[in-house]
């Protein structure tokens, strides 16, 4: 007779059905955003050289990428007019920034159901040597339909050595769950400039 552990027995009692299947193959994909690996929407802007590409996601969705006077969005959708109507389309931060070219797709049982993006938000307060601000990084987790995708939490990469693992765990947490215009962004962990920068208002 084979003998079940007592360690054994507690997975067995935590873990049972679809919640088990599910939590066992949660997990993270990547793919790009980098300008040669998307589709460009249109010519440059004239006067400000403002830009909107469309990449490749997952799971049937893309991701939109717009950027006017140096500031971007990101959105995701099925398609670039459903991505542009998102709430996450209508999210400025306030100081000028940009976005990394690797998304991070969070899914479970291969459905992905939120992104984490690294941005860089520029300090006016912390000019480098040739006058211009340095920028603080953090990590950005939005949420993925079905239902509205907008902004779940921040990370402040530089205030939490483990950001990665803390805006996985929020992803994994807050997403699937988060009411979008309801509820409030999370700041996860330690609060940290780029953070601070992000929220001003």
Same mark, same amino acid.
């Given at each position: 007779?084979?003998?079940?552990?007592?360690?054994?027995?507690?997975?067995?009692?935590?873990?049972?059905?679809?919640?088990? %299947?599910?939590? @066992?193959?949660?997990?993270? !994909?990547?793919?790009?955003?980098?300008? $040669?690996?998307? /589709?460009?929407?249109? *010519?440059?802007?004239?006067?400000?050289?403002?830009?909107?590409?469309?990449?490749k996601g997952k799971?049937?969705?893309?991701?939109?990428?717009?950027?006017?006077?140096?500031?971007?969005?990101?959105?995701?959708?099925?398609?670039?007019?459903?991505?542009?109507?998102?709430?996450?389309?209508?999210?400025?931060?306030?100081?000028?920034?940009?976005?990394?070219?690797?998304?991070?797709?969070?899914?479970?049982?291969?459905?992905?159901? %939120?992104?984490? @993006?690294?941005?860089?938000? !520029?300090?006016?307060?912390?000019?480098? $040597?040739?006058? /211009?601000?340095?920028? *603080?990084?953090?990590?950005?987790?939005?949420?993925?339909?079905?239902?509205?995708?907008?902004?779940?939490?921040?990370?402040?990469?530089?205030?939490?050595?483990?950001s990665n693992e803390?805006?996985?765990?929020?992803?994994?947490?807050?997403?699937?769950?988060?009411r979008c215009g309801?509820?409030?962004?999370?700041?996860?962990?330690?609060?940290?400039?780029?953070?601070?920068?992000?929220?001003?208002?």
């Amino acid at each position: 007779m084979n003998r079940i552990t007592t360690a054994g027995m507690a997975v067995l009692l935590l873990c049972t059905g679809l919640d088990c %299947a599910v939590a @066992q193959s949660m997990g993270s !994909a990547y793919t790009s955003t980098a300008p $040669k690996d998307c /589709r460009q929407i249109g *010519k440059p802007g004239e006067f400000d050289g403002s830009t909107t590409r469309v990449c490749k996601g997952k799971d049937g969705l893309v991701v939109l990428i717009a950027e006017d006077d140096l500031r971007e969005i990101v959105s995701v959708g099925r398609n670039r007019k459903a991505a542009a109507e998102e709430p996450a389309a209508k999210v400025w931060f306030g100081p000028f920034n940009s976005s990394e070219t690797t998304v991070e797709w969070r899914a479970a049982a291969a459905k992905p159901f %939120a992104i984490i @993006q690294r941005w860089h938000i !520029a300090d006016g307060t912390d000019p480098d $040597k040739q006058g /211009r601000p340095n920028t *603080k990084a953090m990590l950005v987790v939005t949420r993925l339909p079905p239902g509205p995708v907008c902004h779940v939490a921040y990370v402040d990469a530089i205030a939490n050595p483990n950001s990665n693992e803390l805006a996985r765990k929020a992803a994994d947490d807050f997403a699937r769950s988060f009411r979008c215009g309801k509820d409030e962004v999370k700041i996860i962990g330690a609060r940290g400039r780029a953070v601070e920068l992000a929220t001003m208002r």
